[in-house]
């Protein structure tokens, strides 16, 4: 069924190209297009439950074939899109549903003509003896992505030397970030992948951002570096808003075939291919650098690195153990992203920060330095502060960043959350899960942070006492709580925020539960006492 609307749809696109200027036969050709559309390909769609409802306005002719194109496209970006879930499934030995197998029966022959496109796009040229399996290597470089397999193959179709081909298939399987040569430049990056088509702002940036991470991040982790970015605009936007503005541009991007679903729930994913697009945008664009730039060209290019914004180096990498320090001067750098630093023997440097002092997102994830670097200071417009699994101890520092408004110090060394912690009286959100040698928190610092809206206290050794527990009830606008307290405490009345959204709380020897969860209300405890419960007002549920 699907394979013969596509035949249809793909006869009906050559047919305009070849019908002449007679207005009534392209009129009668323009109207079985819309046909089509809202009686076969419009249902089809509407069967992957990604996509919004789609209605067809009557579109007049060749812009109706822009649409039958698009639509066409959306079909088969769809299969991937239901394999992906159908493999999950099958993972988690569940019975995959007869309406679904029938509607992957029925589009797998798309697939396998996008596949087909390269070789039988030219009849002259794919044919050609000398070719060999470039076609077939081409293609399998493309990784199944038919936006980019029906692009590649309109580059290349009237391609006959062996050479050309060559020459793209080694663009695709290690492309420059700085640009694409040749008859690729046209066509491959004319796409950028939908970037351009992205309806706003807060889009481009939220997908830019997004590359810069590993695959399967959480969205959480996204959302730390978006809000340290200001990319979600509105003035006082609580963190609670924030959260659901950027899971719908998430989805957006993954109804653009842009991000993929991650390997579980509430995380995301990017095609290589599409990474490569991105790396390149920001680049030449934005003046990002990540580890595909070349160290001698470009970033020891003092001028270029001098533009710098973003710098992201997830994968151990020595480059900036390459540029310090006669090198690295960032003074537009406002998102620094470096990780593993445990596999290099480079040791950040106290005066460091010195050189990018417009800084806002800093992530320094698997730090193996106890203390940070006295430079750290400086950095007036920090806003987001990841240290997560990193071997830091002594967060004294911290508490001079008075702009911060994220701090993660998850499976962090630190052994006491210090006074000078209540100095940022900005923090939004405090991430303390499983830092295990974490065992006090000093008093009056709960009661100072004030605009906190997301405090996260799981996996550690604190000793609690009354009086720090009864700083909990100054937090009036936190509406995400997770909170463990082996201790035989009685919690104060008043202690849950009236808002309050989520929350994980257990009270006495609970075996911990590593598991994360989002958008819960979970409550355990293990106590005799009525008096647990006062102040847990009747909104929320347990």
Same mark, same amino acid.
């Given at each position: 069924?699907?394979?013969?609307?596509?035949?249809?749809?793909?006869?009906?696109?050559?047919?305009?190209?070849?019908?002449?200027?007679?207005?009534?036969?392209?009129?009668?050709?323009?109207?079985?297009?819309?046909?089509?559309?809202?009686?076969?390909?419009?249902?089809?769609?509407?069967?992957?439950?990604?996509?919004?409802?789609?209605?067809?306005?009557?579109?007049?002719?060749?812009?109706?074939?822009?649409?039958?194109?698009?639509?066409?496209?959306?079909?088969?970006?769809?299969?991937?899109?239901?394999?992906?879930?159908?493999?999950?499934?099958?993972?988690?030995?569940?019975?995959?549903?007869?309406?679904?197998?029938?509607?992957?029966?029925?589009?797998?022959?798309?697939?396998?003509?996008?596949?087909?496109?390269?070789?039988?796009?030219?009849?002259?040229?794919?044919?050609?003896?000398?070719?060999?399996?470039?076609?077939?290597?081409?293609?399998?470089?493309?990784?199944?992505?038919?936006?980019?397999?029906?692009?590649?193959?309109?580059?290349? =179709?009237?391609?006959?030397?062996?050479?050309?081909?060559?020459?793209?298939?080694?663009?695709?399987?290690?492309?420059?970030?700085?640009?694409?040569?040749?008859?690729?430049?046209?066509?491959?990056?004319?796409?950028?992948?939908?970037?351009?088509?992205?309806?706003?702002?807060?889009?481009?940036?939220?997908?830019?951002?997004?590359?810069?991470?590993?695959?399967?991040?959480?969205?959480?982790?996204?959302? =730390?570096?978006?809000?340290?970015?200001?990319?979600?605009?509105?003035?006082?936007? *609580?963190?609670?808003?924030?959260?659901?503005?950027?899971?719908?541009?998430?989805?957006?991007?993954?109804?653009?075939?842009?991000?993929?679903?991650?390997?579980?729930?509430?995380?995301?994913?990017?095609?290589?291919?599409?990474?490569?697009?991105?790396?390149?945008?920001?680049?030449?664009?934005?003046?990002?650098?990540?580890?595909?730039?070349?160290?001698?060209?470009?970033?020891?290019?003092?001028?270029?690195?001098? *533009?710098?914004? *973003?710098?992201?180096?997830?994968?151990?990498?020595?480059?900036?153990?390459?540029?310090?320090?006669?090198?690295?001067?960032?003074?537009?750098?406002?998102?620094?992203?470096?990780?593993?630093?445990?596999?290099?023997?480079?040791?950040?440097?106290?005066?460091?920060?010195?050189?990018?002092?417009?800084?806002?997102? /800093?992530?320094?994830?698997?730090?193996?330095?106890?203390?940070?670097?006295?430079?750290?200071?400086?950095?007036?417009?920090?806003?987001?502060?990841?240290?997560?699994?990193?071997?830091?101890?002594?967060?004294?520092?911290?508490?001079?960043?008075?702009?911060?408004?994220?701090?993660?110090?998850?499976?962090?060394?630190?052994?006491?959350?210090?006074?000078?912690?209540?100095?940022?009286?900005?923090?939004?959100?405090?991430?303390?899960?499983?830092?295990?040698?974490?065992?006090?928190?000093?008093?009056?610092?709960?009661?100072?942070?004030?605009?906190?809206?997301?405090?996260?206290?799981?996996?550690?050794?604190?000793?609690?006492?009354?009086?720090?527990?009864?700083?909990?009830?100054?937090?009036?606008?936190?509406?995400? /709580?997770?909170?463990?307290?082996?201790?035989?405490?009685?919690?104060?009345?008043?202690?849950?925020?009236?808002?309050?959204?989520?929350?994980?709380?257990?009270?006495?020897?609970?075996?911990?539960?590593?598991?994360?969860?989002?958008?819960?209300?979970?409550?355990?405890?293990?106590?005799?006492?009525?008096?647990?419960?006062?102040?847990?007002?009747?909104?929320?549920?347990?």
């Amino acid at each position: 069924m699907v394979e013969s609307i596509i035949v249809k749809a793909e006869e009906l696109i050559r047919n305009q190209s070849s019908i002449g200027t007679d207005r009534n036969i392209r009129y009668q050709n323009s109207n079985a297009a819309s046909e089509l559309m809202v009686d076969d390909i419009g249902p089809l769609l509407q069967q992957e439950v990604k996509f919004d409802r789609v209605s067809y306005p009557t579109i007049p002719l060749e812009k109706n074939f822009d649409k039958l194109r698009d639509d066409v496209l959306k079909l088969k970006n769809a299969r991937l899109k239901v394999q992906r879930k159908v493999d999950e499934a099958k993972n988690n030995v569940e019975e995959i549903e007869e309406a679904v197998k029938k509607w992957l029966e029925d589009v797998d022959s798309i697939i396998v003509k996008s596949e087909e496109l390269i070789e039988n796009q030219s009849d002259y040229v794919i044919q050609a003896c000398e070719l060999n399996s470039l076609p077939k290597d081409v293609c399998k470089e493309c990784g199944g992505l038919p936006i980019v397999i029906c692009t590649i193959a309109k580059a290349l =179709r009237n391609k006959s030397r062996p050479s050309a081909w060559k020459v793209a298939l080694q663009e695709l399987k290690a492309p420059s970030p700085t640009k694409f040569i040749g008859f690729l430049e046209k066509e491959y990056v004319k796409i950028a992948l939908s970037y351009n088509y992205l309806r706003n702002d807060e889009l481009k940036k939220t997908f830019l951002i997004s590359s810069l991470m590993k695959n399967n991040s959480s969205i959480s982790n996204l959302f =730390r570096h978006v809000v340290g970015m200001d990319i979600l605009e509105g003035a006082n936007l *609580k963190m609670e808003d924030a959260r659901v503005r950027l899971d719908n541009l998430v989805c957006e991007l993954k109804d653009s075939c842009l991000l993929l679903d991650g390997f579980t729930e509430g995380q995301f994913a990017m095609h290589d291919v599409i990474q490569v697009h991105c790396y390149m945008i920001a680049y030449l664009h934005h003046h990002v650098f990540t580890e595909r730039n070349d160290v001698e060209k470009e970033w020891k290019d003092k001028d270029k690195l001098k *533009k710098c914004t *973003k710098i992201s180096l997830p994968h151990s990498s020595t480059i900036i153990s390459q540029l310090w320090p006669k090198d690295l001067d960032c003074p537009n750098l406002e998102y620094f992203y470096m990780s593993n630093t445990w596999n290099t023997s480079f040791q950040i440097p106290q005066d460091f920060f010195t050189v990018m002092p417009k800084l806002k997102v /800093l992530n320094l994830f698997e730090m193996q330095q106890s203390s940070l670097p006295l430079s750290l200071d400086l950095l007036a417009n920090l806003q987001t502060l990841c240290l997560d699994q990193s071997r830091i101890e002594d967060v004294v520092i911290i508490g001079k960043l008075k702009k911060l408004k994220v701090l993660s110090l998850r499976q962090s060394y630190i052994k006491e959350l210090p006074t000078e912690i209540g100095q940022l009286t900005q923090l939004k959100i405090l991430d303390l899960r499983y830092c295990w040698q974490l065992k006090c928190i000093a008093p009056n610092v709960i009661s100072k942070l004030l605009q906190l809206e997301e405090l996260y206290i799981k996996g550690c050794c604190i000793q609690w006492k009354v009086e720090i527990v009864e700083e909990f009830k100054h937090l009036t606008q936190v509406t995400t /709580l997770t909170l463990d307290i082996k201790d035989d405490i009685v919690l104060p009345q008043g202690f849950f925020p009236r808002d309050i959204k989520r929350y994980e709380i257990s009270i006495g020897h609970w075996q911990l539960d590593p598991q994360e969860r989002e958008c819960t209300r979970v409550l355990k405890f293990k106590f005799n006492s009525i008096h647990l419960l006062r102040g847990f007002t009747k909104n929320q549920e347990c």
